[in-house]
């Protein structure tokens, strides 16, 4: 009589052990092992590492097509934000420039600080915020065919360590993986609670 009650109460122990097992071994088998293990003739290798050129590709893939475009980097480069940084940029090392090579001679720092000379400078840098957009444009255009986000997000991936991965994803989801384990325990558990109901229906039915 013991004997069945401690067998009645070690059940969902035993199942729960199981539950949680299973489901950590499952989320430890996404990664490990890194490379091909073969164990009495079957070959074992994590999911991600077996899948890692293919994930790769289609994580290029859906960056190129939902995420990030040519588009998306010739507006951003085109943009009136972009264009007062370059011209700020090219006034600042003109005017060093400028000063640099004029600043020494006589009557240079007059000349620099003339209006001839300023309204020269106000009509380049005018010039420039005009034409920056479209060379711009123009410099893209001729560049993208040479960018390939796909190729670059797919060869970043591929190459990427697969033990440094595994730290990312542990370090962003693991209170979730670590709740897909908990939960595999407690389904052992009533899957144990389940059985040990079932044996007591059949003894009082037989």
Known sequence: MEIRYFTYAIMPVVAAAIGWLTNYLAVKMLFRPYKPVRVLGFTFVGVIPRRQADLADRIGQTVEEELISHEDVQKVITSPEVTEEIVAMIEEHVDNFLRGTFGRLPLGSTFLSGDIAQTVKAGHIEYLRRAIPELMDS?????????????????????????????IVYQIASHELRAIEVFGGIVGFIVGLAQVGLLVLSENMF
Do not use: G, N, P, S
């Open 139 to 167: 410099a893209m255009t001729r560049v993208e065919a040479k960018i390939d986000f796909r190729e670059i997000v797919r060869k970043k991936i591929e190459q990427f360590d697969l033990h440094r991965l595994e730290e």
